[in-house]
């Protein structure tokens, strides 16, 4: 009988230093260092870090999407990616126009913070680049394609490789643009070339289908010249998803689809009016693997918090110098989001249900315009149905419009409402030339 005691009781001893040992064991192999193309899942198991797809498209409105707004246009591989992923209903660009847009969302800073340095802040691909992405751009934009002496505006900055829009002689840059259909076709040829995994890639796609010249369609009629150009957008976006799951690549990619901007007249999107909801409201979802889905955030955020949250989420070991949201999945429903125009003559500010907006000097209101005016400041109910934003709130609710008005000063100093400052002293004398040859001055 004692013998059978002793035994079990060395075999309790056996099984608890075994336990002990396998424990031991663990945490050792947990605390060595990850390779270059590894990261940690929250749950503790080692991954490989996700391959990145960020896709703009310029002049989306979110209410051009039925997964935004029900008179919306019927666009399914949209609507399906935001059922994988979350969908934000209140997302800000800092800017109205694709060239300062793109600047905010590879930098996420403000314009006014990258024109002060004369530099712009390292890149997201810069920063993806230097921890071990293989990073390819492929725009349909001759604005983001071009390798421009002003390093604020050289998109090439962080890519290994860029597919630069062929320019066919046409001296309005602008207007230059690459068929979507080429653009998905060296997509997908880059997604088939890097089926086999070895590093991880970031991938940039733009489309410019939205943006005029438009060909003239027979839907036109009925349903606005934007209809045609957002279905094929949408089949593009379709045949990217669709591209990575036959590759078996779709587990292991990160996806964000947004607007660079949106427009004001569906029929003259060259129209741009000031700092409205139109223009400056943008479709934005993102999708990560095994990441939260079906899921629907109202509370304001930008598109400066884009690139900090995908370094955040895919490279949680390294921080990024942001202007933005760390994370815009746990950014506070009481936020302020600002954006500037391109030249920096006016400021907004929105906490999601009111919004200000101030000029100092004349906007121009577009480039056909040989005219130039200072719109006056407004205080705009977002909660109201008021789409052409008539209903001037500022002295109804003067404490309203001095709050979100101190929150621009706090932000971007004095001179940003400060009437008296020139248009040639708020932007340097080259950054004015960047812009002119942009068509953006």
Request: charge should be neutral.
């Amino acid at each position: 009988m004692g013998r059978l005691r002793g035994g079990r009781r060395l075999s309790l001893f056996l099984v608890l230093g075994n336990l002990f040992l396998c424990s031991w064991l663990l945490e050792r192999s947990m605390e060595r260092e990850a390779s270059p193309n590894e990261t940690w899942s929250r749950g503790g198991i080692l991954q490989k870090k996700p391959n990145i797809v960020l896709i703009t498209v310029d002049l989306m409105r979110p209410a051009f999407l039925d997964c935004y707004s029900q008179t919306g246009f019927l666009l399914p591989n949209i609507a399906t990616l935001a059922r994988q992923g979350v969908l934000f209903e209140n997302a800000y660009a800092q800017t109205e126009r694709t060239s300062p847009s793109h600047l905010c969302i590879f930098t996420s800073h403000y314009l006014s913070d990258c024109y002060a340095a004369r530099l712009a802040p390292k890149t997201l691909p810069e920063v993806l680049h230097e921890n071990g992405y293989e990073t390819t751009s492929i725009p349909s934009s001759g604005l983001l394609s071009s390798t421009r002496p002003d390093p604020l505006f050289n998109f090439h900055r962080g890519f290994d490789r860029v597919y630069s829009v062929p320019s066919s002689g046409d001296t309005q840059r602008t207007f230059v643009k690459r068929d979507g259909s080429e653009t998905l076709r060296l997509a997908r040829l880059f997604l088939r070339q890097h089926r086999l995994g070895g590093s991880p890639w970031f991938l940039f796609l733009n489309f410019r289908d939205l943006h005029p010249p438009l060909p003239p369609d027979s839907s036109d009629a009925e349903h606005g010249p934007f209809y045609r150009p957002l279905v094929r957008v949408d089949g593009y976006i379709g045949e990217v998803m669709a591209e990575l799951q036959a590759l078996h690549l779709a587990d292991e990619t990160a996806i964000v689809l947004m607007s660079s901007h949106g427009c004001d007249d569906e029929r003259n999107a060259r129209s741009v009016a000031e700092l409205r909801e139109k223009t400056l409201r943008v479709a934005l979802i993102m999708r990560f693997p095994a990441g939260p889905s079906g899921v629907r955030e109202r509370h304001p955020v930008a598109t400066i918090d884009v690139a900090p949250t995908l370094i955040k989420r895919c490279l949680p070991s390294v921080l990024m110098d942001s202007a933005g949201s760390a994370d815009m999945l746990h950014t506070s429903s009481r936020r302020i989001v600002f954006a500037q125009t391109e030249r920096l003559e006016g400021h907004m500010a929105t906490d999601g249900r009111w919004k200000y907006v101030e000029y100092t000097r004349p906007y121009v209101e577009c480039p056909e315009a040989l005219r130039s005016f200072t719109p006056p400041t407004r205080l705009i109910d977002l909660s109201k149905a008021d789409p052409d934003e008539a209903d001037n709130q500022v002295t109804l609710h003067p404490e309203i419009a001095a709050y979100l008005r101190k929150s621009i000063i706090d932000r971007f100093g004095p001179s940003a409402v400060n009437r008296d400052v020139r248009m040639e002293d708020a932007v340097e004398e080259s950054t004015q030339h960047e812009l002119k040859t942009l068509d953006y001055w």
